[in-house]
């Protein structure tokens, strides 16, 4: 094994190296470096990321990509919610009523939107080492690769309603598209998935024990990659099978039956009462149950609506959408509050306006997808016009 780049500083927030396969192709490696906040994806993190892919993508030597976190316990447990805080209460101090005047927030979501469509429309194969923890904005760099691996000890979920925001990173277009209603469940409820159940899921691709990573990687050095990017996906699906073990469904399909018709309906004060008569004690479902009645009803609201809204967007413009529901979030929704009593305050005793469904009606959600451009001026409005995702191929 050889590198052909000189190490990074080991404070940097994204190391990068390109390893020489024996044929001389090569394999370039991201590793989201903050193993201390769980590999949280901050803004700098998403333009080194958006940078080095691109790079990556224009360079015939490089036959395919391997994203991974930094430490063993998690790939990616979301964005980085601190600077997003400080974004958010600057804003609110400053006394402005255009959501495109926090510029931070205006920024962190532009680039992390293009750079996970980026990994969907990559034109190479793409392989994401999903061990650990994979939340939020960890589904959204993960959900895009050609292979995404999960482990024994994967754990995916979008806990958003328990933030005051909703399944972003593409997940309304993700989980619109999870079997038997499951994925209104899974916003409503954050419910974590195993790696059957992320498999099951749509968002996750096969299982490899976590203490053959070693082997994986020499496996990957000895492949015989090529030129063409098609025979290099399907070389990639080969060395993981040699080396994949079966799934155990998890409690997502346990419950498949009970979910799908709790969550079939099309009013949400119906799907959550559903919800919550759900049969079943286990600790899961319990936990699922406990979460939604605690999580923010506006998040319900916006989760449900956006959901609804997906079922014949593509995904460039679910991300269009997304964006601008996540401005007016930060704007004056319930997400700063969320994140001060989860991490900043940590007295987890939120005060979420509205305070229930019954003031989060279809009206009060309205505003939240009102455009502030003109016709035109939308800052995605470039996005997927030269490739389709691999969802939509």
């Given amino acids: 094994m050889s590198d052909t780049t000189l190490p990074p500083p080991p404070e940097a927030p994204v190391l990068f190296e390109e390893r020489v396969a024996d044929n001389g192709k090569r394999i370039g490696i991201a590793t989201l470096n903050a193993a201390k906040t769980l590999n949280g994806l901050s803004l700098e993190m998403a333009r080194l990321l958006d940078e080095r892919l691109r790079a990556w993508a224009s360079d015939d030597a490089v036959a395919m990509v391997v994203l991974q976190g930094a430490g063993e316990k998690a790939f990616c447990a979301g964005g980085d919610l601190h600077s997003l805080y400080r974004s958010m209460r600057d804003y609110q101090a400053s006394g402005s009523t255009d959501v495109r005047d926090n510029t931070y927030a205006s920024d962190f979501f532009s680039v992390e939107y293009r750079l996970d469509y980026l990994i969907h429309t990559f034109p190479k194969p793409v392989l994401c080492w999903g061990h650990g923890i994979v939340m939020g904005g960890g589904i959204g760099l993960m959900a ?87 025979a290099n996906a399907d070389l990639l699906t080969k060395v993981l099978e040699g080396f994949a073990v079966p799934a155990t469904p998890g409690p997502l399909q346990g419950h498949r039956g009970a979910i799908e018709a709790a969550c079939a309906h099309d009013d949400l004060d119906t799907v959550l009462a559903a919800i919550q008569a759900m049969p079943g004690d286990d600790p899961w479902l319990v936990t699922a ?105």
């Fill in 144 to 230: 895009g690769a050609s292979h995404r691996v999960v482990t024994e000890r994967s754990r995916l979920a979008f806990p958003e309603i328990t933030i005051g925001l909703y399944p972003d990173v593409g997940g309304s277009f993700l989980l619109h598209r999870v079997p038997a209603h499951a994925g209104v469940f899974l916003a409503l409820t954050g419910a974590p998935l195993t790696s059957g159940d992320a498999i099951h899921a749509g968002l996750a691709d096969v299982q490899l024990p976590a203490d053959r990573r070693d082997d994986l990687d020499a496996a990957l050095l000895l492949a015989a990659w090529t030129d063409d990017r098609h």
């Fill in 289 to 393: 149950r406990q979460t939604l009645e605690a999580g923010a009803p506006g998040s319900a609201r916006l989760a449900f609506a956006l959901q609804q809204r997906v079922a014949s967007l593509s995904l460039a413009d679910t991300f269009r959408l997304e964006y601008v529901v996540s401005l007016h979030c930060a704007a004056y929704g319930d997400f700063a509050e969320g994140i001060r009593a989860l991490l900043i305050d940590k007295d987890r005793t939120p005060r979420w306006r509205p305070a229930t469904l019954t003031n989060a009606t279809q009206a009060w959600v309205e505003p939240f997808f009102v455009e502030p451009w003109s016709a035109g001026g939308h800052p995605l409005r470039d996005l997927g016009n030269d490739t389709a995702p691999r969802t939509e191929r």
